[in-house]
């Protein structure tokens, strides 16, 4: 079955730099990859959608990309800021399903003033 | 525009008990999901409704879980009897778009529960 990686160990980050999270699945592609962001006490907010012929796809300060090949999904939040603090995480939508998203777990980030 | 709300957002049970979570999604958000998260875990797709009709139910644990979704508005979920492995918190979300692609999910702040 389709396993999802995420860094389990927080990511700090110094104010003003870009932070990188990593997202590794480890079977065959989804047709869509999704980030989101989860605050503490509350329910994850979507963020991006990539689509599996993608490679980029941009909103304001953050980048998500999709490789295939590495099996890997890179999210970037350029100029980070305090308020970035959260944990990400990851879903797959594989199309063989109705409509059911595999979770990664989620990493922690902490953008440190 | 109010957000998905969830009922209550804690509960705290003992094993053996009956629990009753309260889902009410966006207004005229045809999609409904439930979905768990036990601690330090990933969260796991439970169900979905498309109006008041059960689409997929796969991951429904054991049949101890019951969903209901009357009338196609708000969404119940049903824990009888509860046992420890239930705890968790309990995500519903809502969406309104038919295209996978487009297929927003809005998430409610999810009902932390803890049977003892």
């Known amino acids: 079955s389709q396993k999802i990686e995420q860094n389990s160990e927080a990511l700090n980050i110094q104010e003003g730099k870009t932070a990188t999270l990593t997202c590794n699945y480890t079977n065959y592609s989804p047709a869509y990859l999704q980030w989101y962001r989860q605050d503490p006490g509350r329910g994850p907010v979507f963020l991006l959608l990539i689509r599996e012929n993608e490679k980029e796809k941009r909103k304001e300060r953050l980048k998500v990309t999709f490789d295939t090949t590495l099996k890997q999904s890179l999210f970037h939040i350029t100029a980070s800021q305090p308020a970035d603090s959260a944990t990400y995480l990851c879903?797959?939508?594989?199309?063989?399903?109705?409509?059911?998203?595999?979770w990664g777990a989620g990493t922690k980030l902490i953008i440190k003033p | 525009e109010a957000g998905v709300t969830q009922f209550p957002s804690h509960s705290v049970i003992e094993k053996g008990q009956t629990v009753t979570l309260r889902c009410d999604p966006i207004?005229?958000?045809?999609?409904l999901y439930w979905y768990r998260r036990v601690m330090g875990k990933e969260i796991k797709f439970l169900l979905h409704?498309?109006?008041?009709?059960?689409?997929?139910e796969s991951g429904m644990p054991n049949n101890r879980f019951l969903a209901e979704r009357t009338g196609g508005t708000y969404s119940t979920l049903k824990v009888q009897p509860a046992e420890l492995e239930d705890s968790g918190v309990y995500f519903c979300?809502?969406?309104?778009?038919?295209?996978?692609?487009?297929?927003?999910?809005?998430f409610g702040p999810g009902t932390r529960l803890t049977v003892l």
């Open positions: 879903a797959l939508d594989m199309l063989d399903s109705n409509y059911q998203l595999i």
């Open positions: 979300a809502s969406s309104q778009a038919a295209l996978r692609s487009t297929d927003t999910q809005y």
């Open positions: 207004s005229g958000h045809d999609n």
């Open positions: 409704f498309v109006k008041e009709s059960k689409q997929d």
